[in-house]
């Protein structure tokens, strides 16, 4: 693998699940494993500028890891610890690249990665607990701004964090991987966890939207290694169509000055036909089957975007279906928006208001909500209530491109 | 004699690659077409989609995904004219070595003889 035209600091960020899912593996304890990672990184980046970029960054990222955890092991804890590593803990450098893959591909779960989400998606704690610690422990998000995305203050997600740390930790199978009743009652929350990841990345910070892409892209690995561990199972279908059809769009959804362009304004020319085409394939096969999930229909509204050419000739009335079934099965203040905001593109712009009105009282700090209220109220010509929405909107976007287009909404009406 | 080279490579890792990744696995796909195409000797193309859109027939029975669970998936063919194994081991050799490769010899081949004539063209996602 070509790295070397790569900056240090994406190797690294792109390395970090497979490498802390295959530390976990050797020690057993996500404390040991995050130490491990860290130190691996900060020689990495002391090593790497002066010699050369190794062929495979995770191989070395791994073996170095592993070698500073035993150091840190056998000096910290009595020596009777080291039993807890596998026999094999002491294979050479060059052996290590060379079988690293072999490894991750003879395990059970076919990869480190996915079975560390199966184990942060123990039943034993909350759903909260589990997405934290995917997003802290896998993605290595920081703590402010997993607190951030769930409208909390640090310190109780860091707390947070520790209590799942712990009561896994505590768990009397330990560690070990869950049989296949377990992980089938797993699947619904994994599939949750890989679909927040990919939004991490798809939604997430513009100042880091490279390395967002890369989270993306490694979301759509472990939505396909999920498919292939469950291949029947019309969810996974689901999820891998969803995320091919988000990512599809990626390079009409930016602009060059890296903010983020709406759907409807979208250069659709830019989608990317690979995969919209296999995505398509996979729903077609999902649906057949007939059992019906949140991720298929989600798909399925992306599909019907993928295949529209522009916003006038979607077909709205089947996005709007499907955003009805969508609010039974999976009710979200977040999708009722996106369906009063299909229903306002439709052109039912009553009907849209009478749909919006009530997320009030879920989603007034969120900045979309009164975007969508501004527009409603714009076309019903309440210009005073349009300004209204207009400013809780200003107040409440942190993109700097986004304020200066809601400052000349307001100077237009 | 008429081999196949058949490719296998573990799909999902495939979707990690950056695009000057991608862009020198392709450029060694077209060299390799490139190559064969003087004399004629290449014969088929066939880039296969995610096995994530396989649907299977066990014993009429319809499955979702791939025949087999296998660590590395079958992503596409060659099919080309060589003077014998040696021939066919040192031509694939431009192939991206990351992939697994299986070189069969060809028993029986019918249609798509594209030999002389503009060869379908291998485009990578």
Known sequence: MQASHRPLSDILSTARPIVIAALFRYFNNMDDAEDAYQEACLRALKNWPTKTVPDNPVAWLV??????GIDQIRKTKNTTSYAILPENANISVDESEINLHNQIEIHPYHDDVLRLLFICCHPSISFEQQVALCLRIIIGMPVEEIAAAFLSKPASIAQRINRAKASIAKLAQSYEAPNAAERQARIAQVRTAIYLLFNQGYAGNHAKQHINFLECREAIRLARLLLQLAPNDTENMGLLALCLFQNSRHKARIDAHQAIIMLKDQNRKLWDKAQIVEALQIIEKAL??????SFQIQASI?????????????????????YKILSQIAPSPIISLNHAAAVFTSGQINQALKLALPLKTTLNDYPYYHGLMAEIYTVLKNIPKAKNHLESALKLTKNATQAILIREKIDQL | MLYSVLIYEFEASASLLSDAENKLNLDA????QAELKQG???????????TSTATSLKKSTIIDGPFADTKEQFVGFYVFEADDLDDALSLIKILPNHATLEVRPIMYYEGGDIAGKSPTIIRHP
């Not at chain 1, 522009?310 to 077909?315: K, Q, V």
């Open chain 1, 63 to 68: 073996f170095v890891g592993r070698n500073v």
């Open chain 1, 288 to 293: 057949r089957k007939g059992s019906v999930g």
């Open chain 1, 302 to 322: 992306a599909a019907t975007h993928a295949q529209s050419i522009d916003e006038a000739s979607t077909n709205w009335s089947e996005i709007i279906e499907l």
């Open chain 2, 29 to 32: 796909h077209h060299h390799f």
């Open chain 2, 40 to 50: 004629d000797r290449l014969k088929q193309v066939v880039r296969l989609m995610p």
